[in-house]
Every structure is written in structure tokens, then in C-alpha cells.
Nanobody
């Protein structure tokens, strides 16, 4: 699976962005998809994940209630709608695919990673 994230940019605090991650390959619909992020000087952290069918989602406490993950298996695409953005959300956002099972927050279980897209939130 090859992943390409897009949709990042510069936005003011309180604003919104929608990230997309397009996947190639036939394993997309059978993969748990996740979004992770890495801020400058910090470790990569989990943000959100969605099950194969889209019926289950999981969020980190830091984004819960503000971010929404969704997927369109017909388009091989996963999305991350980010609302009420805060300067603390500034990071490179990565999408990742886990074809082995529902372990949403464990980065090591995600076998495929995109290159990331920069999100910068100004105060």
C-alpha cells in the first residue's frame, strides 16, 4: 500500500482543515487506517484511527471532540476533518495503514506510512 497525504497548510487558531490520504493497492479496504502527528522536538503521537468498515473510530484525548476521521473505501481514501484548531495541533500529520488488526494506537502495528503533510496553526 502506498499512501499520499494532502490538505495541510497554515490556518489561524479556531479554524478548520481537512486532510486526505489517498491509498494505492488492494489492501486499503482491509486495513485499519490511522492518523499520527509529530510536532517539532516531540515524539510521534497517535491522533485518530478508523476500522476497516468505518464502523469504529478511536481518538486521542487531545483531539477528541474536535477531529473526525472517516474513510471512503470506494475511493481508497481516508480523511481527517480538523475543527477548532489550536497552536498545539501544529505538526506533520501522517496517515498509516495497519492490515493486521484493530490496535489503533500502536504505531508499530502500522506497516505502511505516507510522507506526511504539514499543519501549522497560528495564534
Amino acid at each position: 500500500v502506498q499512501l499520499q497525504a494532502s490538505g495541510g497548510g497554515l490556518v489561524q487558531a479556531g479554524g478548520s482543515l481537512r486532510l486526505s490520504c489517498a491509498a494505492s493497492g488492494r489492501t486499503f479496504s482491509s486495513s485499519v487506517m490511522g492518523w499520527f502527528r509529530q510536532a517539532p522536538g516531540k515524539e510521534r503521537e497517535f491522533a485518530a484511527a478508523i476500522s476497516r468498515s468505518g464502523g469504529s473510530t478511536y481518538y486521542s484525548d487531545s483531539v477528541k471532540g474536535r477531529f473526525t476521521i472517516s474513510r471512503d473505501n470506494a475511493k481508497n481514501t481516508v480523511y481527517l476533518q480538523m475543527n477548532i484548531l489550536e497552536p498545539e495541533d501544529t505538526a506533520v500529520y501522517y496517515c498509516a495503514a495497519n492490515p493486521t488488526g484493530w490496535t489503533p494506537i500502536l504505531a508499530r502495528r502500522y506497516e505502511y506510512w505516507g510522507r506526511g503533510t504539514q499543519v501549522t496553526v497560528s495564534s
